[in-house]
């Protein structure tokens, strides 16, 4: 039997390309990997590298011919990504290969709701033809609801070669320490939180924000747009610090020096964020929304639930961590625990490669 991992590998580092290595590298028997390009480069290169990956993936399915095959696939929820994602599928059907699909993202009746009804038929015709979902919390299986024969698996994201660490001490500075990690998006909240934490110093309380990952754009804003609003916010705010992308002991000290992880998201896509989960291992207090299904991952035991696209909401929250620090060191000890029962990448990587071998 051989495994073709099909998703991003390398590029821009995504939750959903941390989870599709952490499996990857993981996984013990054949495999061989199909890694997405960048849509960063020149849309002839990306045509060029597509042709060429496209190609070699069908060479390879003449040579595993008469191999039982398993495709796992990280599919996408926009036009392009699917007419990519299609290909795969369809070849890998028609040299009798089993599907499993992984899910990362909370919008795919959105994208296929937005659809023309032609384009809404060929997805149901792709999708019908998945043997295996997985998806990330048990709400989300709502997302594949109308295809019947699909057998979906519900797996969380992990933690992923976190440092061990002997002691967290949270809340002992006089000020607040801050961290948010993640991509800049202004839909998971970025200039929000900075407004909101400017507000909080204006009004005398101690506090630091250190800001890490790449500028992106979404929906609201272009990567340009929200590259300008972000420096001239943060410009001549001390207790700012913008770190650019962070990985590897660099993210684990960073993490693990914070008291405070914020993630106030209104990311249409928003789905399980592995940089919650990994805030929690190294014992942050969480402030983040409760939006999409980010609410089945975190609950007021880890922290402060607050209102999407409000600064005062991010405000208030700060100043009840602020005047209640006794509490919230308790909530640090209990997110340390929380992580390590629930979320360990070894339950992940067991859970998954059960699936794949068993499809």
Same mark, same amino acid.
């Given at each position: ?105 909370? &919008?795919?009746?959105?994208?296929? &709701? ?16 998945? &043997? ?19 057998? +979906? ?64 754009? &979404? ?59 990994? *805030? ?23 922290? +402060? ?7 005062? *909401?991010?405000?208030? *929250? ?12 308790? +909530? ?28």
């Amino acid at each position: 039997m051989i495994v073709f991992f099909i998703g991003p590998s390398s590029g821009k580092i995504t939750g959903q390309s941390l989870a599709f290595n952490i499996i990857f590298k993981a996984y013990s028997g054949d495999k061989y990997l199909v890694d997405y390009p960048d849509f960063s480069d020149r849309k002839i290169r990306i045509f060029c590298k597509y042709f060429k990956l496209f190609f070699v993936f069908f060479v390879r399915m003449l040579k595993h011919i008469f191999e039982r095959k398993i495709i796992y696939i990280t599919t996408s929820r926009t036009l392009f990504g699917f007419i990519r994602d299609l290909y795969f599928v369809i070849l890998g059907k028609l040299f009798f290969a089993k599907v499993v699909n992984h899910l990362h993202g909370s &919008d795919f009746v959105y994208f296929r &709701d937005n659809q023309g009804k032609v384009i809404q038929k060929i997805i149901d015709f792709v999708y019908s033809r998945i &043997d295996t979902s997985i998806v990330l919390t048990e709400g989300m299986r709502e997302q594949y609801k109308q295809y019947q024969k699909m057998k +979906v698996f519900v797996v969380s994201n992990c933690y992923y070669r976190l440092s061990k660490f002997d002691l967290k001490l949270c809340l002992v500075k006089s000020e607040l320490r801050l961290v948010y990690l993640s991509n800049l998006m202004y839909s998971k909240g970025i200039i929000h939180l900075i407004r909101a934490v400017k507000r909080c110093f204006k009004n005398g309380m101690k506090l630091n924000l250190k800001i890490a990952g790449s500028i992106c754009s &979404d929906e609201y804003c272009s990567e340009y747009e929200l590259k300008t609003l972000f420096f001239e916010e943060i410009k001549e705010c001390s207790y700012i610090q913008y770190l650019g992308p962070v990985q590897g002991e660099e993210k684990n000290n960073l993490l693990l020096e914070s008291d405070i992880f914020i993630l106030p998201t209104f990311y249409r896509s928003e789905a399980q964020p592995i940089s919650i989960i990994e *805030a929690m291992y190294y014992g942050c207090v969480i402030i983040t929304t409760g939006h999409n299904y980010v609410k089945e991952l975190v609950g007021e035991k880890n922290g +402060v639930i607050i209102d999407k696209d409000s600064q005062q *909401a991010i405000a208030d *929250a700060l100043m009840l961590i602020d005047v209640a620090r006794e509490y919230y060191k308790k +909530v640090s000890e209990y997110n340390i625990h929380f992580a390590n029962t629930y979320y360990s990448p070894n339950v992940y990587i067991e859970k998954i490669s059960k699936i794949i071998n068993e499809v």
